[in-house]
């Protein structure tokens, strides 16, 4: 930054010290947050939808030569990855929730830019993920690194992180009240009086600037009008259950498809493969193409032809069960096509992909339904809708997001039971059999996941390094206990020496009070050897390996106030417990003062 400039911005800050509080500044913050997020999602969705409008004027899609797209899309992305972002591309929610855990909310600027180009490369060209990842991932590294250049601290950043993402989901979708449950249930923060209000100003700001730039066009024009009907209760609880094992299917897959690309080891063959893969699902399932906002709307619109488009079975599709056959194909192939846009190497989020899967589960039980000759109807359009909660439901575990983002894009809330029926039974389902979801299983295998549990996330927060202490002396097997007390005891203000090896590897420990009653024996200066007093340690941390909730339970299951660490199997330093409490006690007053 040049000197001018960071002159200002100095006299910016002391003036702002004395002027402006913290918790003022912060909600002014938010509302800047909300803009610049929802001006990320606008910037993304036009780019996406400007490439998309060129390629459906070029040859490649007027011959039906749109399935080649998918890789040349994925070349770009990974020549711009190779070449200007020069790392690996992680997923967009995860990498934020690991910034917020370990990296103390801090975001590297270019993931700004890197997301803004990427996911529309990827989504243009037929890519089938979504932006709303993206979009909180450009907002959220936005408000990071705006926070850093305002000094505020990390907790606020996490804070203004949030808020990016309220700002960035209420400009997509036009649903503010969503956008804020969407950053407590994910983001797991806590709907406290310091925090509620920015997030309230974030999510305003952003639907706002959706406004301004795109004026009242939303992405799903559907009003309702076929209410909920007592009779049909029994239905919403089977598309529960549906959804619920929709959403295991779901994440499943996910896993499952990301483990088959590990073993190729180049960026060009899962290109390939991927892109292969992609175009031949795109080819007997064109929905597949792309986001998918308009295959929704066609099926709101209970118009399954243009939904479907042109496929091989095209001669079939008068009839209602080969319709109903190539609805269920796509509910099972979206995941299938999203995951492996994204091993590929592709940029994108999954959140949209899941809302296609569920518009496209619901309407299939409707039609089942409906003619199945039992002589029962129900509303397509309605349980396409609420289909959508249900997989929102169960494979992100945010059930509220699900209720109320549906409830505000139909604007109002004549389906809230349905909704709160089947997003909750899909939740219960899905959280039963799998505790974590794709954004939060590796980083809870790890110890790097945040929680609504205070005391799991304090834990989490915590680092190691800042408890370790070093400054022990180290004493080897063979050393005689003169050797020991005049060139260690005496030297050190602490009653533990670890022993170790030429290699420095620990193998054991001296505790001041087991040569205590040797130490003014001379006649054992030279005949005994330091090996004779030590003994095992009770246990020992692993550097890397444990993180701070495994270390504060061997400290609980061990009674020791003090536990050797390990690094690569070389003695590193020591933990205590004293030191250990007072870090959680400071880490948790900092917490609850957020």
């Not at 690194?145 to 804070?159: M, V």
């Not at 929704?296 to 091989?312: F, K």
């Not at 079939?316 to 069960?321: A, F, L, P, R, T």
């Not at 080897?476 to 030297?491: C, I, R």
Request: proline share 3%.
């Amino acid at each position: 930054m040049p000197i001018q400039q960071q002159s200002l911005l100095a006299r910016f800050l002391k003036w702002r010290y004395k002027n402006i509080s913290n918790k003022t500044f912060t909600q002014i913050l938010s509302v800047g947050v909300g803009l610049l997020a929802g001006l990320a999602s606008v910037t993304l969705k036009n780019i996406t939808y400007f490439i998309e409008s060129l390629l459906e004027k070029g040859i490649l899609i007027s011959n039906g030569l749109y399935f080649v797209l998918p890789i040349i899309g994925l070349t770009l992305v990974y020549l711009y990855i190779k070449f200007v972002h020069k790392e690996k591309l992680n997923h967009a929610i995860s990498s934020i929730l690991f910034a917020l855990s370990r990296k103390k909310a801090v975001i590297a600027p270019k993931q700004i830019y890197t997301q803004i180009i990427a996911a529309p490369l990827t989504v243009g060209f037929g890519g089938s993920v979504g932006l709303l990842g993206p979009a909180v991932a450009a907002g959220s590294a936005i408000s990071s690194n705006l926070g850093r250049l305002f000094h505020i601290n990390a907790k606020t950043r996490s804070l203004l992180i949030a808020c990016a993402s309220a700002g960035a989901i209420a400009s997509i979708f036009q649903s503010p009240i969503a956008a804020i449950i969407f950053a407590v249930e994910v983001f797991s923060m806590d709907l406290t009086l310091l925090s509620v209000l920015p997030l309230l100003l974030a999510s305003i700001s952003g639907v706002l600037t959706s406004y301004f730039f795109l004026g009242n066009e939303v992405l799903f024009s559907y009003t309702i009008t076929e209410n909920f009907e007592v009779k049909d209760t029994l239905f919403y609880i089977v598309l529960g259950v549906g959804t619920g094992f929709a959403s295991i299917y779901f994440t499943k897959m996910y896993f499952g498809i990301t483990n088959l690309f590990k073993p190729l080891k180049s960026p060009k063959y899962k290109l390939l493969v991927g892109g292969l893969a992609i175009g031949t699902m795109l080819y007997f399932i064109p929905p597949l193409y792309g986001e998918g906002f308009g295959f929704i709307n066609n099926l709101l619109e209970g118009n399954h032809v243009a939904a479907l488009g042109q496929t091989p079975f095209d001669s079939y599709i008068d009839n209602s069960w080969v319709v109903i056959t190539l609805l269920f194909g796509i509910t099972v192939f979206k995941a299938v096509a999203m995951t492996t846009t994204l091993a590929a190497g592709g940029a994108g989020g999954t959140f949209i992909p899941t809302m296609v899967m569920g518009s496209a589960l619901g309407n299939v039980v409707a039609k089942i339904i409906n003619n199945a000759g039992l002589g029962f109807a129900v509303s397509e359009s309605n349980f396409t809708l609420i289909g959508m909660a249900g997989l929102i439901a169960g494979v992100l575990h945010a059930p509220l997001t699900a209720i109320f983002l549906i409830a505000e894009i139909t604007g109002g809330y004549a389906l809230f039971v349905p909704l709160m029926i089947t997003a909750t039974i899909s939740y219960l389902i899905m959280k039963n059999a799998m505790d974590h979801t794709i954004y939060t299983k590796e980083l809870a295998e790890s110890g790097a996941l945040l929680t609504h549990n205070k005391d799991q996330s304090v834990l989490t927060l915590m680092r190691l390094d800042d408890v370790i202490e070093d400054n022990f002396k180290t004493v080897s097997p063979g050393m005689t206990l003169g050797e020991m007390l005049h060139g260690s005891v005496a030297k050190s203000t602490r009653n533990i020496f670890p022993v170790v090896d030429e290699k420095n590897a620990l193998v054991g420990i001296v505790l001041l009070d087991d040569i205590r009653e040797f130490m003014f024996d001379t006649n054992l200066y030279e005949s005994t050897k330091v090996e004779t007093f030590m003994h095992n340690a009770p246990e020992h941390i692993f550097y890397g390996k444990d993180d701070m909730k495994k270390v504060m339970q061997k400290f609980q299951d061990s009674g020791a106030w003090n536990l050797p660490v390990v690094k690569d199997g070389a003695y590193y330093g020591f933990v205590s417990k004293s030191k250990m409490l007072t870090a959680y006690r400071k880490e948790l007053v900092s917490f609850t003062e957020q």
